[in-house]
């Protein structure tokens, strides 16, 4: 599809500040040409799923930008398949290529390697869609809230308030579906690392749950946030999931990032793309980490963590 | 003996979608052709997509607790046939019954017409058997494609209930009980079979392959099938029936300075400090 021939997009909003990070992206990539379009729902996927459906027909829009969350990675597989389209899945880029067509960079391999994708066919009626993990593109600086950035730009169709005024039903339509009978809180919200200022993430080289606890610890001390690589994760030093890093965690863009014993596979490092300062401690001098590193230091992560704390007192 | 009261909810019969990968842990090893702008992964061998390991594991688990021996797992791959042996490996592992669907016709395939190809065997395996499967299991998100899409395409394609991204599941009584996370909280959620749910590594801890079932597997049923055993529209299988297109594949640049930040560790917590003052932190 030629850039040019999108003139409605479609953006689905959870109530995520994903909506607003596509919206400033879908203006980067578009400017004022097509008009935008917002659905605001939340809850089961299959009420959202259905009222996505449902305004894809109506409003016929060229692409349909949904976060890859929770619930839009139940939604845009599915509109693929009902509107026989493609779907660009956790887009770390939409472009326009020297050919004017419209290309989705996307990672394989857990972001070893990335590549473009097109969807030739796409057009009202069959629309592109792509999916975009939280955190991928920026926040413009002046949004605000959600309301007010999308309220000025764009139409905001809105199934909460519709479902609420009993316009809609929140119950499914279809027999047997999945219904949400239980919502509890977690542990540890994304919330923590997606906001963050100062990030101090551990990778594996961290070697125990003794300096794991050292580094939340100093990430508490430094008012951050402590994350962790997937390797982190799974040697299972108590490292939250919700703090993962990477490809199939989160992408995140603090101020600055210190990384301890993390080696640099691209699954993590295309998490980390966005901070403005990256640091990294790493006691194997030859770690692919240091290439995408501001500063290095080759020392004992363990080492460098006490002298930190220490320091701070 | 079959009891004649409510017997389909005795036992289960449960179909994991399973994908054969390039080696996850040689990840390094997977390199861009610059010129060619693709991929190079020769000599990385393949193995079980760890998703679709821990999506076999929950089947055999919910299998074992309603009674294992009239409860049923398939499995069902979409691969070259080189990829034969994993399926093997998935027989070992304890499934009853394998099937592979190998076909030029089915190369270069997105999620969408992989998904559509699958739905179709799904439909073919059913039809043989003569019932419905209780519930189809797939890994998420696959370590190489990783797009989280082909539990849920294949879902739609059956016109099914489904859902993704589960770590705890349980099935009582025909009533399929899921918990996902979503960002901020834990979402319980109960539906009803037949069912397509996409799990994640958390959900359990694979079981090893163990000698006697090496030794089992070689007696269980391994069934290949190619586009002409399959009903189905070639307008939507392989790459032509694919609505996305791949263009250059590139190695990500992430280049930085990489300056060393001190020489003892000292030095560098120091640093560290200094540079978090001057972001203004």
Sequence with gaps: ???????????????????????AKAEEVFGDGPEYVVL???????????????NIRGEEPELVLIGATALGEE????????????????????????????????????????????????????????????????????????????????????????????????????????????????????????????????????????????????AEKLGGAAACTRAALDAGWGCAE????????????????????????????????????????????????????DYKGVFDAEKVIDALLREIG | MHSPRRSHHLFMNILVLVKPVPDPEREKDIKVDVASGRLIREGIPMVIDPESRNALEAALQLAEKSGREQSAVAVLAMAPEQARDKLTEALAMGADEAYMLSDRAFGGADTFATSYTLAQAVRKIEDEKGFVFDLVLAGTSSSDGGTSHVAVQTAEWLGRTHISNVCSLDVNDGVVRAVKRSEEVMLSFEGEEPAVIGVTRDINRPRFVTAMGIIKA????????????????????GLVGSPTRPGRMFEPEQKRAGETIGDTPEEAAAGILRIIRKAGL
């Design chain 1, 242 to 293: 919700e703090s993962m890093i990477g490809t199939s965690g989160r992408a995140v863009r603090p101020k600055v990032y210190i990384g301890f014993g993390i080696s640099g596979a691209a699954h993590h490092t295309c998490g980390i793309a966005g901070a403005d300062t990256i640091i990294s401690i790493n006691s194997d001098g030859d770690a692919e980490i240091f290439a995408a590193s």
């Design chain 1, 75 to 218: 939604i845009a597989p599915a509109l693929g398949v009902r509107f026989e389209t493609g779907v660009a899945a956790h887009c770390v880029d939409i472009r326009v290529n020297e050919e004017g067509r419209l290309a989705y960079v996307i990672p394989a391999f857990g972001g070893r390697a990335v590549g473009e994708i097109f969807i030739p066919d796409a057009a009202a009626g069959r629309p592109a869609i792509a999916t975009v993990k939280p955190g991928m593109f920026p926040e413009p600086a002046d949004a605000g809230n959600c309301d007010d950035y999308a309220g000025q730009r764009c139409r905001i169709i809105d199934v909460d308030a519709m479902a609420a005024d009993g316009e809609i039903s929140h119950g499914s339509k279809a027999q047997g579906a999945f219904r949400m009978v239980e919502v509890s809180p977690r542990e540890h919200p994304a919330g923590n690392i997606a906001d963050a200022d100062i990030i101090v993430c551990g990778g594996y080289g961290l070697g125990s749950e003794e300096v794991w606890r050292k580094l939340e610890k100093l």
């Design chain 2, 218 to 237: 070689r007696k269980r049923p391994l069934t290949l099938w190619s586009a002409d055993d399959l009903e189905i529209d070639t307008m939507r299988t």
């Design chain 1, 1 to 23: 599809m030629k850039a040019e021939n999108v003139r409605k997009i479609l953006i689905f909003d959870q109530g995520d500040p994903v909506a607003i990070q596509l919206l």
């Design chain 1, 40 to 54: 605001r729902a939340r809850g089961t996927h299959n009420l959202a799923l259905t009222m996505m459906e449902e």
